[in-house]
């Protein structure tokens, strides 16, 4: 076992941009005793590591660096982490005691530890599981400047925090710890939940229905990534397949009356098919998906109330969409045809193009 107390003070030191004599004053000794502990000539008083790891603001097992004890402590905060995975919440629970007795100030045993916590308590509806699993994500918090994973951010736990007080039935502290750290609205959902479990229905609504168009546009933009990567022969018929599924779904939120941004994402998902119809030498029913994808996105490029309207069950009138497939919706639709590099796909768009 390798101490390297020395190294790590200086490293400290030099991360805060002091030097040694600064510290030796912070510290009440001389500059001289800062000097040997770096050059690993004697080791500080005792009573002084915890006061040394209180100015960097770290613990006595950060400050100690244990090289055996880094390791011992990532294969504790490994075994818990995968025994949670599976679901052996008894025996992750277990292992996690014992690792938080040998190293109570590990930022990965503590973090594993309390993710563990949390969702057996969540799982097996124990609520002191999750008392202790939000005592274990504060500790976390206060740990982070050892965290190297980078998955995980103060904001993630702290929203981890806020989901612990949801599923307590603390609505109140939930709502406003989900709000302060809502970004990019990740929170919507569980702030509309706790909104109308506290009976403030049309705040609740707002929230829920701003999620629900975020959940529905961040499934359009990740299954067009699968259309992309499906290629090849063998793959078309996935392609078609969720191709279609995607216009279902899709037109299914259409509103019954107005125009709407989906159809502009229906015209897209018409000429996307098109595409592979006429790759698999399927002319007819090709130029049947062109005719509607020109249909679609004419249709939305005359709305006057463009991609602002509404969609069924989230009427949020006014919200705004982003896209970069072009100011029209055909723009689009003639990009999708132009990036298959196909003479006979390009003139049979510009035939029903002009037959339409």
């Known amino acids: 076992m390798k101490i390297r107390l020395g190294e790590r003070i200086q490293a400290l030191r030099k991360a805060r941009g ?19 502990w770096e050059k690993g000539g004697c080791c500080p008083d005792m009573q002084l590591l915890p006061e040394l790891a209180e100015f960097f603001g770290t613990s006595v097992d950060v400050l100690l660096d244990y090289g055996w004890e880094k390791r011992s402590m990532g294969e504790s905060a490994a075994r818990i982490k995968a025994m949670g995975k599976e679901k052996r919440y008894d025996e992750a629970m277990d292992e996690a005691e014992r ?59 702290r929203c981890e925090i806020a989901r612990s007080h949801l599923i307590l039935g603390e609505y109140e502290t939930a709502v406003a710890l989900l709000r ?42 990740a299954s067009v990534d699968v259309l992309n990567l499906l290629n ?17 779904l899709y037109g299914g939120l259409l509103p019954e009356t107005g ?19 006429h790759e698999d030498g399927r002319v007819e029913e090709a130029e049947g998906s062109l005719a509607q994808a020109l249909d679609c996105a004419r249709r939305f490029d005359a709305s006057p109330a ?18 970069d497939t072009g100011e029209t919706a055909e723009e689009g639709v003639r990009d999708i045809v132009r990036q298959q590099n196909s003479d006979a796909l390009t003139a049979m768009l510009e035939r029903v193009g002009r037959e339409k």
């Open 18 to 36: 002091l030097t040694q004599e600064q510290l030796a004053q912070a510290m009440g000794v001389t500059v001289g005793a800062v000097s040997k």
């Open 99 to 157: 690792a938080l007795r040998h190293y109570p100030n590990a930022f990965a045993v503590v973090f594993e530890s309390a993710a563990v916590f949390l969702h057996a308590g969540f799982e097996r509806g124990d609520h002191a599981r999750i008392r202790r699993a939000q005592a274990l994500y504060t500790r976390a918090l206060a740990l982070m400047e050892q965290n190297t994973d980078e998955e995980i951010s103060e904001v993630f736990i």
């Open 180 to 221: 302060r750290d809502n970004v990019l609205h990740v929170n919507d959902r569980e702030i509309g939940f706790c909104l109308r479990e506290l009976g403030r229905q049309e705040e609740a609504r707002e929230y829920t229905a701003k999620a629900f168009l975020h959940a529905l546009f961040s499934l359009f933009n």
């Open 232 to 248: 090849g022969q063998g793959e078309r018929g996935e392609k078609l397949a969720m191709c279609g599924w995607l216009l279902s």
């Open 259 to 277: 125009e709407s941004y989906v159809v502009k994402l229906l015209a897209l998902l018409h000429a996307v098919k098109a595409a592979v119809l």
């Open 306 to 323: 463009g991609p602002e309207s509404g969609i069924r069950f989230a009427p949020i009138r006014g919200y705004q969409f982003y896209d």
